[in-house]
């Protein structure tokens, strides 16, 4: 069996993570501390992709990334290469589709770090950038790790956004969870159960895993 769509998932999903962590912390840490009246309505965008159909957000993105959409083209101006169909493509799109599985377990980390720790840090005069890396930041590990599984283990079964956007090119843009579905419309559902059994094991040891992180990290737990 081919484990290309495998290897390409894989490599998908850390991509995604390390985009969104590094898009996804300054956001989650504005919206856990802002008091401004758009705070909701950022919410409301970053919750979005839970709710939208993945067929809408990937028809969307479609139209975002075409060579001849907003993003798509200057894109393809400047590489002379599009975005739809590509590996930068699904990219891109994962990481619209798991923004909130990232960003909403750092908002609640850093909620729950509460204001006592910036304000002692102040106090014992650390600029705000300096207090958020060396203090806030290590008091939302468990957020940190919670945010990287979950957008991992998201992003790895994406099936209606991707096709639409990258489409299934071998070697390039198919991953597992089209795979799954090109082998059960050829009948070939060996193939099909042994690439889903094995993201059934996955997801499963993921939330096994976050679990076990908020129940040893929880006030008490020990006792």
């Given at each position: 069996m081919?484990?290309?769509?495998?290897?390409?998932?894989?490599?998908?999903?850390?991509?995604?993570?390390?985009?969104?962590?590094?898009?996804?912390?300054?956001?989650?840490?504005?919206?856990?501390?802002?008091?401004?009246?758009?705070?909701?309505?950022?919410?409301?965008?970053?919750?979005?992709?839970?709710?939208?159909?993945?067929?809408?957000?990937?028809?969307?993105?479609?139209?975002?990334?075409?060579?001849?959409?907003?993003?798509?083209?200057?894109?393809?101006?400047?590489?002379?290469?599009?975005?739809?169909?590509?590996?930068?493509?699904?990219?891109?799109?994962?990481?619209?589709?798991?923004?909130?599985?990232?960003?909403?377990?750092?908002?609640?980390?850093?909620?729950?770090?509460g204001?006592?720790?910036?304000?002692?840090?102040?106090?014992?005069?650390?600029?705000?950038?300096?207090?958020?890396?060396?203090?806030?930041?290590?008091?939302?590990?468990?957020?940190?790790?919670?945010?990287?599984?979950?957008?991992?283990?998201?992003?790895?079964?994406?099936?209606?956004?991707?096709?639409?956007?990258?489409?299934?090119?071998?070697?390039?843009?198919?991953?597992?969870?089209i795979?799954?579905?090109?082998?059960?419309?050829?009948?070939?559902?060996?193939?099909?159960?042994?690439?889903?059994?094995?993201?059934?094991?996955?997801?499963?040891?993921?939330?096994?895993?976050?679990?076990?992180?908020?129940?040893?990290?929880?006030?008490?737990?020990?006792?």
């Amino acid at each position: 069996m081919n484990l290309m769509p495998v290897w390409i998932s894989l490599q998908l999903a850390a991509v995604t993570v390390v985009v969104l962590l590094v898009v996804g912390t300054p956001l989650a840490w504005w919206l856990a501390v802002s008091k401004s009246r758009l705070q909701m309505v950022v919410d409301a965008l970053v919750a979005l992709p839970l709710v939208l159909p993945s067929t809408v957000l990937g028809f969307y993105m479609l139209m975002l990334l075409g060579p001849q959409g907003p993003i798509g083209g200057p894109w393809f101006e400047v590489t002379g290469t599009t975005l739809t169909f590509s590996f930068a493509g699904l990219v891109v799109t994962s990481v619209v589709y798991s923004l909130p599985f990232v960003v909403q377990p750092l908002r609640d980390a850093f909620r729950s770090v509460g204001a006592a720790p910036m304000e002692a840090a102040a106090v014992l005069g650390a600029r705000p950038l300096d207090a958020f890396i060396t203090v806030a930041c290590p008091l939302a590990g468990r957020g940190f790790l919670t945010a990287s599984v979950l957008g991992f283990a998201h992003t790895l079964g994406e099936f209606g956004a991707v096709l639409m956007v990258g489409g299934s090119i071998p070697g390039e843009t198919r991953v597992v969870a089209i795979a799954i579905y090109e082998h059960v419309e050829r009948l070939e559902y060996g193939s099909a159960h042994l690439l889903s059994a094995g993201l059934l094991a996955f997801s499963f040891f993921v939330l096994l895993t976050v679990y076990a992180i908020n129940r040893r990290t929880r006030p008490g737990a020990g006792r």
